[in-house]
């Protein structure tokens, strides 16, 4: 990953704490704002459940499975350049 992981494309889907990331495509627990089909940003490659970065946070993150945890940073290494 490199800069903020707006770019990242890989296929980690659990957050830094180890909760299973939600699919981008489903409701539930937590309801997504950002639908793959509707959000006009298929560069963003919001598929399966893999950790993204759609919104330009500090890094990838996913919205989990767990009703308690809303979302969560996910722990994708840095490249050095």
């Known amino acids: 990953m490199q800069c903020n992981g707006e770019d990242y494309h890989g296929e980690v889907a659990r957050t830094e704490s180890g909760l299973e990331c939600q699919r981008w495509d489903a409701q539930e627990p937590h309801i997504m704002e950002f639908i793959p089909t509707e959000s006009g940003r298929p560069w963003k490659d919001l ?3 893999y950790c993204r970065n ?3 946070e500090l890094r990838p993150w996913c919205f989990t499975t767990n ?3 809303r979302w969560e940073y996910c722990n994708i ?3 050095s350049n």
């Open 54 to 56: 759609p919104d330009g």
């Open 77 to 79: 290494p840095r490249c």
């Open 47 to 49: 598929k399966m459940n």
């Open 67 to 69: 009703p308690n945890k």
